[in-house]
């Protein structure tokens, strides 16, 4: 389980910060976001700011749809059922493509694309109820961590973009960003992220 609660995570951040590497202007209304709601000079930033950063839960969430980290999730067959025409039988191990379901164009448009404004105006949860989004599963064996992992992703998420602004390392363009996946316990980089991160210093415009 500790594997699994933080594999996933960190592995979201990573994707997290790969999609915004190679997108500099949601980068930008992202850390827009995080400047405006919580000023100047922050050292601590708590959960009661992090509900108010509607943007940065909106990339969290379009980060999983694009990426979740636990793209195939298990289930058993407890009886002989037939779905969509397919008869499956009593104890058929059966792995749901969450993967496919969140790109599926019949639900999602452009849905290569990195957008998260998406969200903005769809009441879309994590909690297993809208089918065509479940990074955390659905039904009784649902992940227990939700609350917990979401908190730590946009807790994350927020301190890397208040603190400092990021750059790619120099020689690298964003035609030539590498988005390869490594399938393991979770679907990761299979390069690690290199971005330059450069401290933060503010200015009129970042007020
Ligand atoms: C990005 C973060 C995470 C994602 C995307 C994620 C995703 C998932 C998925 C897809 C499942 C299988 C659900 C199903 O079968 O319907 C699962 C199960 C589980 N997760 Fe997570 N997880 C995350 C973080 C965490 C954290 C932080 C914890 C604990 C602190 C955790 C604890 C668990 C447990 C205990 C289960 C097994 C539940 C059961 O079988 O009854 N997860 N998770």
Redesign the pocket.
């Known amino acids: 389980?500790f594997a699994?609660?933080t594999e996933?995570?960190s592995t979201?951040l990573a994707w997290a910060m790969s999609e915004l590497g190679r997108s500099p202007e949601i980068m930008a209304k992202a850390q827009q976001e995080v400047w405006e709601v919580l000023g100047e000079g922050r050292s601590v930033i708590t959960n009661s700011d992090i509900v108010k950063l509607h943007y940065i839960q909106m990339v969290i969430k379009e980060t999983?749809r694009l990426h979740?980290?636990?793209s195939l999730?298990?289930r058993s067959a407890r009886e002989d059922c037939t779905v969509m025409g397919y008869d499956i039988p009593k104890g058929t191990n059966i792995y749901i493509n969450?993967v496919a379901i969140s790109q599926d164009p019949k639900y999602w448009d452009n849905p290569r694309e990195f957008r998260p404004e998406r969200f903005e105006n769809i009441n879309l949860n994590y909690n297993?109820t809208y089918f065509e989004f479940i990074?955390?599963?659905?039904?009784?064996?649902?992940?227990?961590?939700i609350q917990?992992?979401s908190s730590?992703?946009e807790m994350a998420l927020t301190n890397f973009l208040y603190h400092f602004n990021w750059r790619l390392p120099d020689g690298s363009s964003l035609v030539s960003f590498d988005m390869s996946e490594k399938f393991g316990l979770a679907v990761s980089r299979r390069y690690d992220l290199q971005l330059r991160a450069i401290p933060h210093v503010w200015s009129k415009t970042s007020k």
């Open positions: 389980m699994g609660a996933t995570t979201t999983l979740p980290p636990i999730i298990p969450a297993g990074p955390f599963g659905a039904g009784r064996r649902q992940c227990l961590g917990f992992g730590v992703m």
